[in-house]
């Protein structure tokens, strides 16, 4: 399994970038649809379509209309290799049944997050699903998980009204409930983190581009590689941080 495991990660890490792309163009053939160039339509043969490689050895251009094939291809398909290899490696089957599924999709909100700053109600509500579910499967004490998915809502809910949507999107809603049903309490720490990375990357940006406090910030990009992260993790860095705050 270990050995197979960044394989199928580079497999749908490949899948999530034609899945992300035809979402957001809402393309027909969403799931089944043949992969082509996104320049030039050309229809892809399997030679084309070897995670990382065919991108490697055609130079980093369509093998039909050599017009660039921006680096963030090969830059997922190498993500969901290396997640999904950590992951296998841990976890047990178990555990990884809930898991990959919802670390796979963590990673397409991400990656969709980053590249369209956008949050796609056709990725966003199975997350949410898968997560609502595993809270039984996982063993953890539910009325926690969906207690704090509502406080999570509710959390992004009241900036977005609040704000009547210029300091969060309508998006950050689904997030909070999706990250309160898969943490529990430890969601606050998760915020923590997340704010803490998105400010300083956002203080970089501001820096180094003409990059305003007007320009937003997809805050998808930082909270799912950070859920990915506490996901693996586990309860360490909560207890820890307990711990560190004096209650346990
Ligand atoms: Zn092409």
Request: net charge neutral; aromatic share 18%; glycine share 10%.
């Amino acid at each position: 399994m270990l050995v197979y495991a960044p394989v199928l990660g580079a497999i749908l890490g490949s899948f999530s970038t034609m899945l992300v792309y035809r979402l957001h163009h809402d393309e027909t053939g969403v799931w089944l649809g043949r992969s082509r160039c996104p320049q030039c339509r050309q229809q892809l043969g399997w030679k084309n379509l070897i995670p990382i490689f065919s991108w490697l050895f055609q130079g980093g251009k369509c093998a039909f209309c050599r017009k660039e094939i921006p680096v963030i291809y090969p830059v997922i398909e190498i993500a969901f290799a290396t997640v999904f290899f950590l992951f296998v490696q841990k976890f047990s089957s178990t555990e990884l049944l809930w898991m990959l599924p919802i670390v796979f999709l963590l990673l397409v909100l991400f990656f969709y997050d980053l590249w369209f700053m956008e949050v796609d109600d056709r990725i966003a509500w199975p997350a949410i699903g898968i997560a609502g579910l595993a809270i039984w499967w996982r063993d953890v004490p539910y009325a926690e998980h969906l207690i704090a998915g509502g406080l999570g809502f509710l959390f992004y809910a009241a900036q977005f009204y609040g704000s009547k949507g210029r300091w969060v999107g309508a998006g950050d809603m689904r997030f909070g409930l999706l990250l309160g049903l898969l943490f529990g309490w430890q969601t606050l720490l998760v915020l923590l983190v997340s704010y803490v990375v998105g400010t300083i990357v956002g203080l970089g940006l501001v820096f180094t581009k003409d990059y305003g406090p007007k320009s937003q910030l997809p805050m998808g990009a930082f909270l799912m590689p950070v859920a990915i992260i506490f996901l693996y993790l586990g309860n360490g860095p909560w207890n820890w941080y307990l711990d560190y705050l004096g209650f346990a």
